[in-house]
């Protein structure tokens, strides 16, 4: 318990510290007196005081500047940009101590020759803090404490106050100092507006006219005595100046906007002249408009000679069409052996490399993948100006598209030591209808922008629910980064084609600057605005607002269980292409997924194949000799309108789809294509096809050809022949027993028990692939939650019971 002599002493200590505070309005003096008396009381080895950049008015408001060191030698930085965590503790405990044990303690030190001791952090309110060092042998270390700090509370207040008190002297200072500079700039204004070939023109608040310099009269005729007292309008307008523009800049003038228009005028001899117009509001100290200052070039040259310009107009139009048809045809010419590089490098990356390879296969793999990225940018841009570019309406997923997103730049963001975050609304439905791939483009240009210029920190992509209602709802998409942010003079050019915030960049980083530029017209296309807010070194937002209606189709929704990998194995693919490096890649492709392929060199010899053998799918080159992939399609619908036709196209053109569907295709991908993508276009359209007949289709193929595939049953077994020919023996029993048992329960309607026993056959058939039941026998296994109907289930037996015999007289057959 402290005693009346240490409390009375402890007052006069407070009472020379609060003394020590007010009596300079120098900000640098305040902090010394302060800084140096507690220092002396309390037996402080250093002491700093930091104010906040924001407060002082300078550059990178986040980061802390030093006012006042003592003892000045021991000073080695001057500049502080504390973490979060840092700024939050403080802020939550007011002052905090952090010891030579402590993890951050080397991060605090910012002062020569100090190795041991302890740092102690104060708050001064609104500002910014003390910073106070000990060193370990230093007996008062122990003394100061919490307490300590907690009684010199009102005096760091004081402190604080008088702090303000010195930045708002500093700041009326400026100001005085600006202001003087101001009124020598005008009077330097004045004299170059007199000389200046441009028209003049100051009006008060209500457009009349206080004064013209020279340049008026040169243009207009009139001298400044008789434009004085008259608005501008009323002297130089006449029959022929546009009446909109007037009313625009009537409207301008009383939203007191600047602004720029071009008008026709009349001089005083009435001879008519064009000037462009630019108006500028002025402001008193109080932000009340006293004038309006109005700059005039005569630009009546350049309005005679735009009959010349349309004609330019017209012949840059017809440019504008060859260089569509041009980028059309070498978009084919590069994308055809582009696709081969891409397959062939996927192809030999599956085979067993040395490391010295594999480093040279992963360089060709990323300039190829750079390359598809330039000229697909260039495309985009050309078809976006254009107008040939359509914004498609059709249901998407949108939690996989930005699953996708996050997942396939996650490496990349480890890689940098970046963090990569989702945050989707909970309340946010993902089945909507709209374009998801023109979705999925813009917020993957717009996270792969975050991580090509993020160095530390993380990169956040949100999804935000803003209102939704029975059958639409309205999202909010931003992608937020922590990287060097973009300059507020760069940020209104950003978005300009070709526009990258330095040449340099181009060079560092790499890309065509369309990125943004596309990104932005996109989002316009689907009926928002892309917009940027940044700072720099701080990073950099973008977002955008959309709405989507709701997808109302519930078949849409569902993943269909079906689709697994296995489904192509034995299928039979027709490829129908002319280059030879692109039929080995796809063929080999292809048989990598267990399917069948035949190879046909142009549509003529494809049409012939077809019309001799069944195929479950066909893919479609479309400019081919001899015969060309849409007369192909065309001659092939004739006498199958069902067999599924994909096209694999060059081409760039939009406008082509629809001569692709006109002809008969189903869909087509561009080349290069990603294998995954080609697989799920394979899987969805062959279980399409599959649904028009349980039953496999009709085939002029022998009637000997195995029902059954045991390669992955070969796979499991390591090829051990005993094993397998035991296998298919247990699948034999098992499938005579489930078809007895089947037609029993038939006849007594237990649909349940029946779709029980096709749940117990359905991995085995599977397993030896048996193409022709696998639909069958899953809609066997869901009847129990389904209302049955007596026939379908009756045929249903009936096709897996006339499959199974058949497989299994096969398997008895190769075990003689």
Not at 63 to 87: A, C
Not at 413 to 433: C, M, N, R, T
Not at 558 to 581: A, F, W, Y
């Amino acid at each position: 318990m402290e005693t009346k002599l240490e409390i009375v002493r402890e007052l006069s200590l407070l009472y020379e510290l609060s003394l020590s505070v007010g009596g300079t309005l120098d900000l640098k003096k305040t902090s010394e007196d302060f800084l140096k008396v507690w220092m002396r009381q309390k037996n402080i080895d250093y002491g700093s005081i930091w104010i906040k950049n924001e407060y002082l008015g300078i550059d990178n408001p986040n980061q802390f500047t030093l006012i006042f060191g003592h003892p000045y030698f021991l000073i080695i930085e001057s500049k502080e940009i504390p973490s979060e965590k840092f700024l939050e503790t403080l802020k939550q405990q007011k002052a905090f101590e952090v010891g030579n044990n402590d993890p951050d303690f080397l991060h605090f030190k910012k002062e020569k020759n100090i190795k041991s001791g302890s740092y102690w952090f104060l708050e001064i309110p609104n500002l910014g803090f003390i910073k106070f060092f000990f060193y370990e042998k230093n007996p008062s270390r122990q003394s100061f404490n919490l307490k300590e700090i907690k009684k010199a509370e009102k005096v760091l207040g004081k402190l604080s106050i008088a702090l303000q008190s010195c930045l708002l002297h500093d700041r009326v200072i400026r100001e005085t100092e600006q202001k003087n500079k101001f009124q020598k700039e005008i009077r330097k204004l004045a004299l170059v507006a007199e000389k200046t070939d441009n028209a003049i023109v100051i009006t008060d608040a209500n457009g009349i006219i206080e004064w013209a310099n020279d340049g008026f009269k040169r243009i207009s005729g009139y001298s400044i005595e008789e434009a004085i007292g008259k608005t501008p309008g009323s002297l130089l307008q006449g029959p022929e100046t546009n009446p909109e523009t007037v009313e625009y800049i009537r409207g301008q003038l009383k939203a007191e906007n600047s602004f720029r228009a071009e008008l026709l005028n009349y001089t005083k001899t009435g001879e008519k002249y064009w000037i462009e117009l630019s108006i500028q509001p002025i402001y008193d100290e109080n932000g009340l408009l006293i004038n309006f200052i109005a700059v005039e070039s005569d630009i009546t040259d350049r309005k005679n000679k735009e009959v010349e310009l349309n004609e330019a107009k017209e012949k840059a139009e017809e440019s504008g069409r060859i260089k569509q048809e041009f980028l059309s045809v070498v978009s084919h010419e590069i994308r055809t052996p582009l696709n081969g590089i891409i397959g062939m490098s996927n192809l030999l990356q599956k085979t067993q490399l040395s490391p010295q390879q594999s480093d040279y296969l992963n360089t060709i793999q990323v300039s190829t993948e750079n390359l598809s990225l330039i000229i697909n940018s260039i495309l985009d841009f050309s078809k976006i100006e254009s107008g040939q570019l359509n914004i498609q309406t059709i249901p998407f997923n949108l939690e996989k598209i930005v699953r996708n997103i996050i997942n396939s730049n996650e490496f990349k963001a480890e890689q940098k030591g970046l963090g990569l975050f989702l945050k989707f609304d909970p309340k946010v439905d993902s089945h909507l209808i709209g374009d998801g791939i023109r979705l999925s483009q813009v917020l993957l240009n717009l996270v792969s922008n975050a991580l090509k210029f993020t160095v530390t920190g993380k990169i956040e992509l949100e999804i935000r629910l803003i209102s939704k209602m029975n059958n639409a709802l309205v999202l909010e998409f931003n992608v937020e980064d922590t990287g060097k942010g973009i300059p507020e003079k760069m940020q209104k050019v950003i978005f300009e084609s070709f526009t990258q915030e330095d040449s340099s960049l181009g060079r560092k980083y790499g890309g065509t600057g369309l990125g943004l530029s596309i990104s932005q017209k996109l989002v316009s296309l689907m009926g928002g605005e892309l917009k940027l807010t940044s700072k720099e070194n701080v990073g950099t937002k973008v977002s955008f607002i959309l709405g989507f209606p709701i997808n109302q189709d519930p078949s849409s929704k569902s993943e269909n269980s079906i689709l697994s990998e296995n489904m192509l194995i034995g299928k039979k693919i027709l490829v129908v292409e002319d280059n030879t490096m692109n039929q080995f890649f796809a063929q080999k492709l292809l048989e990598g997924w267990g399917m069948k392929v035949d190879i046909a060199n142009n549509g003529k010899e494809g049409v012939d194949m077809f019309k001799i053998k069944h195929y479950d799918c066909i893919l479609m080159d479309i400019q081919m000799p001899e015969m060309d992939g849409i007369q192909a399609t065309k001659f092939i619908r004739q006498s199958n309108k069902y067999v599924p036709i994909i096209a694999l196209t060059a081409l760039s053109v939009e406008e082509e789809a629809d001569n692709f569907k006109s002809a008969g295709m189903n869909d087509y991908i561009t080349k290069p294509f990603e294998a995954e993508y080609l697989k799920k276009k394979l899987i969805a359209y062959i279980l399409s096809y599959q649904n028009y007949s349980i039953s496999s289709p009709k085939s002029n193929e022998s009637k000997e050809e195995r029902t059954y595939d045991n390669s992955l049953l070969s796979q499991m077994m390591k090829g051990n022949q005993v094993q397998i020919r035991q296998m298919e023996q247990l699948f034999v029993n098992q499938a005579e027993e489930v078809l007895e048992l089947m037609h029993q329960h038939f006849t007594l309607e237990k649909w349940r028990e029946i779709g029980l026993l096709a749940h117990k056959l359905k991995a085995s058939i599977d397993m030896l692939q048996i193409t022709d039941l696998k639909l069958v026998i899953r809609k066997l296994e869901s009847l129990e939650k389904n209302t049955p109907d007596k026939q379908i289930i009756d045929d249903l037996i009936s096709n897996v019971t006339q499959t199974l015999q058949k497989v299994c007289l096969s398997i008895k057959n190769s075990h003689k």
